[in-house]
């Protein structure tokens, strides 16, 4: 929005955005200093086991968890070996911090900047979201619509914010139909 001679088309996969309700009522709890202990995700991420003594034994953890429901074995091991490092002691250790994932979540739901230069937004956009998301939420889409009607919104079946993990193929075809019809 800053610079959008930069951009020829823009393509955003489940992005981190809520209604600015949501967003004012985050910025309060954070400066209210109760931000890392009401977000639901925080926690456990600061919690997050940081060691392993090998990937199988995070394979057979993270294969039972909801959020890796609809990835694939294979993604779900390709992910695996991207968040994990061999540790000069042997096994394996966390390729970031939890803290860093922490930091994240806090600091993730602040900007309101998108909200206001949106109905100036003249590049084409889609927005690829996964059907069962918690991050683009349907109030976001609705608001998106709303004051800017020229982006599209495509809604994956059977995926979640993860989904280019989850349905690899469906997403680079959608954005491959997207950036042809677009370019």
Sequence with gaps: MRD????????????VLFVPSRIIAWNIARAIGIGYKIHPKISGALKR???????????RGYRNRD???YMSDENLWAYIKGIAKPRAEGG????YSPEWESR??????????LWRGLKDLQVPTLIIRGAETDTFLEGAASLIKRKQPVIKIKTLEGSTHILPMEKPRE??????LFLNENL
């Design 4 to 15: 959008p001679g930069k951009f020829r088309a823009l393509v955003l996969l489940d992005p």
């Design 49 to 59: 086991r940081r060691t392993f003594d090998n990937l199988e034994l995070v394979f």
């Design 67 to 69: 959020v890796f429901h």
């Design 92 to 95: 394996f250790e966390l390729a």
């Design 104 to 113: 994240i979540y806090l600091t993730s739901l602040c900007d309101m900047d």
């Design 171 to 176: 997403v680079a075809d959608i954005m491959q």
